[in-house]
């Protein structure tokens, strides 16, 4: 029952940051000239094809995954600023605007970046400023950059750069007094848009299936101030799986929970039971998600703990008041993380669901209803995607009722999940290389991209998503 999704991690727009242009990403052989200069030290080796070179990922993992790298062998005899450059197709900077160029480093130890755009070496014509980056803190690791660059104040019109230089460290000190040998140092994934902000990894959560009522409820189950008291934690009475009352829009499924909220019940009263120990990762908001069929509409409320009662480790009360529908079902989604005072994951094994959390305090809730109420809910599970199913499903499991899900498998393939019907599938490196032009059928479907990166851009129809590794 378990899956693991990137479910659509970043909805994103293709418009959002305007056009995304690559400028290299090493997977073919430089477009032109390439070399170094300050590296050994002197300014004479420009065409340097021993020192910048096109070679294997020394880590395919992080945010980059794909098989081909740049590496820069600086020389402890280099001088400080020695750097890398190379031919690259025209790029435009249009007048007046600030583009963001993307950089992926990988180093063996944190310091300055700089980068700059001529229109020719040596002896250029038109050329940016130096921009540095400074933000570089991960060693040997993967590592995105960002620079905002633009035409210097001196230029009118458009800059046309055919030349990318980088100084990969970029430290105002002579590096035989800082290095005690020659080091590598690799770089990645350039390309220039207009966001100015880095891609960094980001987990994927795993989409669990908490309980969707088909079988008996796994361990013990209960209520809690229904009716009005705090004992009857293990009452199976009014808290029962049952046929499903409304086999119809969202959930067609056979069974679900049904609890008998209790007119002479406490206005929080609640069902809670037993769930396989999940793991709330740490410093992630993770999203629980439960389809309601109520004959009123109120806030619902959800909180996961250890162990009932007096808990050791429970998140906070989470309360949704977006319930709209009557007699008809609804999912409603629940943004769920970690209590602040914890370091670490949280495991939780109790789930506890108010399913009609009205304080109307001092008022009784015998003064608000007629009649004991009939609860149904259904179909609980955990995710990152804050988004609730809206549209009527093709199946009853929750890892098969997503509108268009995607993920990346181990082995590098994107797998496309796409219920309702055929449609047409275009794939884009972050760098705007396209990987993947094709129609895919309703269903599961897998693309296999012509190579191999760590952030994707995925376009089915009209709709666009941001996939990381």
Aim: aromatic content about 10%.
């Amino acid at each position: 029952m378990k899956k693991i999704t990137l479910l659509l991690l970043v909805m994103f727009s293709l418009a959002t940051y305007g056009q995304t242009v690559s400028v290299f990403d090493f997977e073919s052989d430089f477009p032109g000239r390439w070399g170094t200069n300050g590296n050994p030290a002197n300014q004479g080796g420009f065409v340097d094809n021993v020192n910048f070179s096109i070679v294997d990922n020394p880590s395919i993992s992080g945010i980059n995954t794909s098989a081909k790298v740049g590496k820069f062998h600086r020389l402890k005899s280099g001088l400080w600023w020695a750097l890398a450059w190379f031919d690259i197709n025209p790029l435009t900077i249009g007048d007046g605007k600030t583009k963001y160029l993307h950089i992926s480093v990988y180093k063996p130890l944190a310091s300055d970046v700089c980068i700059q755009l001529k229109d020719k070496v040596p002896g250029p014509t038109l050329q940016t400023a130096e921009v540095k980056n400074t933000t570089q803190t991960k060693v040997n690791e993967w590592q995105e950059l960002v620079f905002a660059i633009k035409n210097p104040n001196t230029h009118t019109g458009d800059g046309i750069y055919k030349i990318l230089e980088v100084k990969p460290d970029f430290v105002n000190s002579p590096p035989s007094g800082r290095l005690e040998d020659d080091i590598d140092i690799y770089f990645d994934n350039i390309y220039v848009n207009d966001d100015p902000n880095p891609v960094v990894p980001v987990e994927p959560i795993e989409e669990i299936i908490i309980h969707d009522f088909e079988s008996d409820f796994p361990g013990r189950s209960g209520t809690n101030g229904n009716p009005g008291n705090q004992a009857a934690f293990e009452d199976n009475v009014n808290f029962t799986v049952v046929d499903n009352p409304s086999v119809s829009g969202i959930n067609k499924s056979a069974k679900v929970g049904k609890f008998q909220r209790l007119k002479s019940g406490l206005w929080w009263a609640l069902t809670w039971f037993d769930i396989e120990p999940l793991t709330i990762k740490a410093g992630q908001t993770h999203y629980l998600h439960i389809s309601v069929y109520k004959p009123l509409a109120s806030d619902v409320c959800i909180q996961l703990k250890d162990k009932v009662p007096g808990p050791t480790l429970q998140t906070a009360e989470v309360k949704n008041s977006t319930q709209t529908k009557i007699n008809e079902w609804q999912e409603l989604v629940f943004a769920i993380k970690n209590p602040n005072t914890l370091t670490g994951d949280g495991i939780y094994k109790i789930l506890e669901v108010k399913p009609d959390f009205v304080n109307n305090t001092p008022a009784l809730v015998s003064d608000r209803l007629d009649n004991d109420i009939d609860i149904y809910f259904d179909n609980i599970y955990i995710n990152g995607d804050p988004n609730p199913v809206e549209s009527t499903p093709t199946s009853t499991k929750a890892s098969e009722r997503r509108d268009i899900k995607a993920w990346i498998s181990s082995d590098g393939d994107i797998h496309v999940e796409k219920p309702d019907s055929s449609g047409w599938a275009k794939l884009y490196s972050a760098n705007g290389i396209l990987l993947y032009d094709s129609s895919i059928p309703a269903g599961i479907s897998k693309i296999t991209p012509t190579s191999k990166h760590s952030v994707y851009i995925l376009k089915i129809n009209e709709k666009a998503f941001k996939l990381l590794q």
